[in-house]
């Protein structure tokens, strides 16, 4: 496609070449995952995608809201939880996922302790829910629910800093 040539030939040798890099790269995605169980995760997060998008959409509504609101009313918070997720690949797509839906940034990962930034408490509490890294342990066939340790007040946090200096 980036030759700007459409024939049969460059279309075929498109194919093949995808078909090869997609045989020699399956293992690094689904590196535990039986040929059954591949199938279903790819159908999961096919199904997941869509919920990903929708919680992209709201999640830019109420940054704009925000953004435009006269008082600003926002209230950044850093949250540490511990997830029951297993799998680096399961790890990684709920971090993305995180990270992908504006408001919140996740800032690192450690043997499975997130730590996430979220711009209002509002974001924070929809993320305490759990239910995104519900669905990624769905999409992966992983356990069951996140634990939120702690919430810290960034604005805190700064405060003691400043007085460290």
Known sequence: M???KFDVFHLSLGVICSVLIAYLTHDLLFA??????????VQRFIVYIPWLLYQIILSNFHVAYL????????????????TKLESDISWVTLANSITLTPGTITMDIREGEFFIHALSKKVADDLDTGEMEDRVAHVFMEADHIYVQDVLDVARIYGALRKQV
Do not use: E, H
Not at 71 to 78: G, N, Q, V
């Open 32 to 41: 535990n995952a039986r040929v059954g169980d591949m199938r279903v995760i």
């Open 2 to 4: 980036l030759s700007g």
């Open 67 to 82: 953004a435009l609101s006269p008082k600003m009313p926002i209230d950044p918070k850093i949250m540490r939880f511990d």
